[in-house]
T-cell receptor, first 116, second 114 residues
Framework: DTGVSQDPRHKITKRGQNVTFRCDPI?????LYWYRQTLGQGPEFLTY????????KSRLLSDRFSAERPKGSFSTLEIQRTEQGDSAMYLC??????????????FGQGTRLTVV | KQEVTQIPAALSVPEGENLVLNCSFT??????LQWFRQDPGKGLTSLLL?????REQTSGRLNASLDKSSGRSTLYIAASQPGDSATYLC?????????????FGTGTRLTVIP
């Protein structure tokens, strides 16, 4: 088990372009989360999947953001028509299902997005 | 809405000192509290998880305590080393219907001076 894996680690894009990030959770973790972290702040929740179902979305997740987890394994986060305010670290986390929400979350190394 | 505060925002200590990082949260209805370490430009590494029914957890030189009723947690680091330099984040998982996420503080940036 290699932990939560995110790709790419860094992405620089021009304003208005679309970008897609990938997250591979720890195998057999059926819960997957996306967070966004700006400089000097703690991570903020974006969205949550249990298996392939997207069960919760934050108000931070505007219409330009979409996330999928098609087979309940890896997940993608797409940002359309990027804006400079989208520049941030995008973090993915996973946790196992143990009958409740009282489980430990494991994070990946993040994807740092810079919109120029 | 759950709010998490970490004090101090930054801390600088000489190598070998013991230190305490503080975390407070506004709503005591939580499943658990988790402490993380984050190196510059990197992701989060889980350090300790304290269940709501527990008072403390220990891992090596780290000890985390939880006083749920007062909404406080502390992370104690013994005999600090330069390699401990990082930002330390605490996060709580609230017991709210439909809430499946962690609420984070803004972190304490620790520098251990050799």
């Amino acid at each position: 088990d290699t932990g939560v894996s995110q790709d790419p680690r860094h992405k620089i894009t021009k304003r208005g372009q679309n970008v897609t990030f990938r997250c591979d959770p720890i195998s057999e973790h059926n819960r997957l989360y996306w967070y966004r972290q700006t400089l000097g702040q703690g991570p903020e929740f974006l969205t949550y999947f249990q298996n392939e179902a997207q069960l919760e979305k934050s108000r931070l997740l505007s219409d330009r953001f979409s996330a999928e987890r098609p087979k309940g394994s890896f997940s993608t986060l797409e940002i359309q028509r990027t804006e400079q305010g989208d520049s941030a670290m995008y973090l993915c986390a996973s946790s196992p299902f143990q009958g409740s929400l009282n489980t430990e979350a494991f994070f990946g190394q993040g994807t740092r997005l810079t919109v120029v | 809405k759950q709010e998490v505060t970490q004090i101090p925002a930054a801390l600088s200590v000489p190598e070998g000192e013991n230190l305490v990082l503080n975390c407070s949260f506004t709503d005591s209805a939580i499943y658990n509290l988790q402490w993380f370490r984050q190196d510059p430009g990197k992701g989060l590494t889980s350090l300790l998880l304290i269940q709501s029914s527990q008072r403390e957890q220990t891992s090596g030189r780290l000890n985390a305590s939880l006083d749920k009723s007062s909404g406080r947690s502390t992370l104690y680091i013994a005999a600090s080393q330069p390699g401990d330099s990082a930002t330390y984040l605490c996060a709580v998982r609230p017991i709210i219907s439909g809430a499946n996420n962690l609420f984070f503080g803004t972190g304490t940036r620790l520098t251990v001076i050799p």
